[in-house]
């Protein structure tokens, strides 16, 4: 597949010499190798060849596949999650930690003047406490199938929003007309965390993805509070006079 | 003018005992007094009759006035900023300001615990601070023209919409069709903090003031990065770059 090609992949990633699953993208082998997880959404990745939205080595091996296959992928560290520096093991004197000293033990994570690393052992004082990534060193092994690519412009432009913009799609009306994307955003969506940063980069990746795009439209719609009630109207003639009213109704 | 009402006000406020100037709408009369500010817009300024958007006081007489009388009205504390309250005013020991007690001086504006006071006396180690308004017991004199009223429901929503966002009108393209008023925000209001409230004050200002409204929707368009380069090939060959005529002078 070409660089910036869009493309949905199912994999399972382990770790090369533990086994471990990393993660799987299908419902069935979550189940069948014992990671299912139910509040996940199980469904096929949305990649974009060769743009460093997966490890490095999975991206170039992308390159080189094709819709339809399926492929092992092996990851050496150098592509993967780093090699290890064995600078990055400190020992640290337990009266670092303060009264959390006695909870540590093997294999806790704990964090360090901001840093986040394991515990590999303890004795006479001192923690020696390991801050390289949990996988740097591993090689990540993936068995992966190229489900198929994403070349219709609408779809294409579905799939980037959907990446950033966590709402489910039957929500998001978007449509392309033109050299133009209109993206009308649910109610939900206005009070969302850092939703002009998302909107900006969304943007960005439909300009970068779909070329002939000139313009991403984005539109928030207030309805009256008057205008979402049940019509008063059509009540017929003579009814109950409509008590309670806020005093901004009077006529 | 009836409750609701929108309305542009010209006016100078005073503190009555003092003669200190609060506020001047008009730029002749803020330069007369002495109090003209260069950063300041000078302009009317709008009020909604009854809604609380001025003093009580201010607004009870807004209330009788009719457009184009000139009034003197006098608000009292107890409809301005309220009666002096004497338990607001707290003798306080030095050593709580720290080393800043070195700073302190009548009159100076402390914050202590949260709140804001001026402070009154000094000595024998106690600090006097008053935590009332500074304005509270005051009455104050507006002398004030109603130089008209906003009926037009285009221009009634300009006024809204400029009381919240404060973005210059010309870059502000707003109109109403039909029953749905549709704001196409300018690129630099995207980042505006609190830019999300501000919409939702604003729809909500919009159905208030304007009763047929039926919706109201913003709309943020980002353009495409290749769509603002210019456009190399509708230069005539071989003429002249158009030089220094800024782009809205162009015939």
Request: zero cysteines; aromatic letters at 8%; proline letters at 6%.
């Amino acid at each position: 597949m070409e660089n910036g090609t869009l493309a949905y992949i199912d994999y399972v990633a382990k770790v090369k010499d533990t086994g471990e699953v990393l993660e799987a993208t299908r419902e069935a082998d979550a189940k069948n190798l014992g990671v299912f997880d139910p509040t996940e959404r199980y469904s096929p990745r949305l990649v974009a060849v060769g743009e460093g939205w997966v490890l490095k080595g999975l991206d170039e091996a992308l390159a080189k596949a094709s819709v339809g296959e399926k492929l092992t992928v092996e990851v050496p560290p150098e592509k993967g999650f780093g090699v290890r520096d064995p600078s990055k093991v400190k020992l640290i004197n337990e009266k670092k930690f303060g009264e959390k000293a006695h909870d540590l033990f093997v294999g806790a994570e704990v964090e360090v003047d901001g840093k986040v690393g394991t515990v590999r052992y303890m004795g006479s004082g001192r923690v020696q406490v390991d801050f390289n990534h949990r996988l740097a060193g591993k090689t990540i092994v993936y068995e992966l199938e190229v489900v198929r690519t994403v070349t219709e412009p609408l779809e294409m432009a579905k799939a980037l929003l959907g990446r950033r913009l966590f709402i489910p799609e039957d929500k998001l009306n978007l449509n392309i007309e033109g050299d133009i994307a209109t993206i009308v955003l649910p109610e939900e969506a206005f009070l969302l965390e850092g939703l002009q940063f998302v909107k900006r980069a969304v943007s960005s990746d439909l300009f970068k993805f779909l070329k002939a795009l000139k313009a991403v439209r984005f539109i928030e719609e207030y309805k009256s509070p008057e205008a979402e009630k049940p019509k008063e109207a059509s009540h017929p003639a003579g009814a109950e006079p409509q008590e309670a009213a806020p005093p901004t109704e009077k006529a």
